[in-house]
């Protein structure tokens, strides 16, 4: 299974909002609704912000949502802070029933 | 409140079995229906999944690593465990234990993570 296509880094300034898209197949993304986004700093484990596509799980802020169009998810971050910096990563379920995640993006908060 | 923590090796010889523990604390492995997982973080690059056990003892791995890799639980420990045989220098990553709530990749409890090195 090939990884998903994330852009390898994305930028915006404080208060702005940006969009990483994670891109896939019918085999993965497009053929099911299990589409998880993650945030890593570094040398830090990974943090769940969006499941199912679109869920927040408790405690994430809401200026963090996800969606998803055909092939491709995206993870929208608004009123971009400081603190968001960091790489963030989508993982998908495929129709060999396993996992598997995108290249990863780097956010920079001008 | 649930934590897990790697242990195991931090450097292995090229073509040996890296072995990994996850023990799981505040949460037993049998009680929830979770799925218990293994990832890795290569230095520089991407995230991989690797695998997870399902408490019933089923399992699911990565296609590209499952010639390779045995993931297991111990009941009486409360732990589980990574074996990837035959590894190489690309086998060289920080891994994760975490679990998943759902079987659909909502892991919302990790370890910290620990540094392998595969060199002779």
């Known amino acids: 299974q090939s990884a998903l296509t994330q852009p390898a880094s994305v930028s915006g300034s404080p208060g702005q909002s940006i969009t990483i898209s994670c891109t896939g197949t019918?085999?993965?993304?497009?053929?099911?609704?299990?589409v998880s986004w993650y945030q890593q700093h570094p040398g830090k484990a990974p943090k769940v912000l969006i499941y199912?596509?679109?869920n927040r799980p408790l405690g994430v802020s809401n200026r963090f949502s996800g969606s998803k169009s055909g092939n491709t998810a995206s993870l929208t971050i608004s009123g971009l802070q400081a603190e968001d910096e960091a790489d963030y990563y989508c993982i998908s379920y495929t129709v060999s029933g396993t996992g598997v995640f995108g290249g990863g993006t780097k956010l920079t908060v001008l | 409140q649930v934590q897990l923590q790697e242990s195991g090796p931090g450097l292995v010889k090229p073509s040996q079995t890296l072995s990994l523990t996850c023990t799981v604390s505040?949460?037993?492995?049998?009680?929830?229906?979770?799925?218990w997982s293994w990832i890795r973080h290569h230095p520089g690059k991407g995230l991989e999944w690797i695998g997870y056990i399902y408490y019933s003892g089923t399992t699911y791995y990565n296609p590209s690593l499952k010639s390779r890799v045995t993931i297991s639980v111990d009941t009486s420990k409360n732990q589980f465990s990574l074996n990837l045989n035959s590894v190489t220098a690309a086998d060289t990553a920080v891994y994760y234990c975490?679990?998943?709530?759902?079987?659909?990749?909502?892991?919302?409890?990790w370890g910290q993570g620990t540094l392998v090195t595969v060199s002779s």
């Open positions: 199912d596509v679109s």
């Open positions: 019918g085999n993965d993304v497009g053929g099911y609704d299990y």
């Open positions: 975490a679990r998943d709530l759902s079987g659909y990749y909502f892991l919302d409890c």
């Open positions: 505040g949460d037993s492995i049998f009680s929830g229906g979770y799925y």
